[in-house]
């Protein structure tokens, strides 16, 4: 087992790490993101690191997306074993509401409504009065969202929600 890529906060999450480490050794993992910084002991027992957080403890995490360090202390020495990135997830018990799309999804939904209302308006640019305004073109909206669409599918893909797809191309 190693550290899981997400959890959701205010549940009891036990993970291990492999590793020959010493008894006397103190071990801990720090969880760092722009906003928020936790740190979670960790213990070794028989050639494992082992975490164990009760439902109370990650309940005090904060819902955001942690790069972790996995420090080692021995005899006043500090060590980086590991590091890697996870995910917390918000409290469903606790929480009214959450974000449920991607940076993709929302990006994708905002050039198909900007491209619905450059639909009604036919000009890139005008001017009025010494002021000038210029829109996105066209044909620069509609390549974003072929871009973002396949981001939007390949993230569904990986959720399992989408079927990956296949192109055949005949020469």
């Known amino acids: 087992m190693s550290e899981p890529k997400s959890f959701i906060s205010g549940t009891k999450v ?4 492999d590793y020959t ?5 103190i071990y801990e993992y720090i969880l760092m ?3 928020h910084k936790h740190t979670i002991p960790a213990t070794y027992l028989m050639g494992e ?3 164990a957080i009760n439902s109370a403890e990650s309940a005090a995490l904060n819902a955001d997306h942690y790069h972790w360090f996995l420090i080692e202390t021995s005899e006043g020495e500090k060590f980086q074993i590991a590091e890697g990135r996870i995910e917390v997830k918000a409290n469903p018990f606790t929480s009214e509401t959450t974000t449920v799309l991607s940076h993709n999804e929302k990006m994708l939904t905002s050039i198909r409504k900007r491209l619905e209302g450059r639909v009604l308006t036919d000009h890139e640019n005008y001017t009025i009065e010494g002021r000038s305004l210029s829109r996105i ?12 669409a396949w981001r939007v599918h390949n993230e569904k893909v990986a959720r399992g929600e989408a079927v990956r797809r296949s192109s055949i191309r005949f020469r």
């Open 33 to 35: 993101s722009e906003q």
């Open 49 to 51: 690191i082992i975490v």
């Open 21 to 25: 480490g010493s008894e006397t050794a």
């Open 14 to 17: 036990i993970w291990s790490r």
């Open 137 to 148: 073109p066209f044909e620069t909206l509609k390549k974003l969202e072929n871009d973002y």
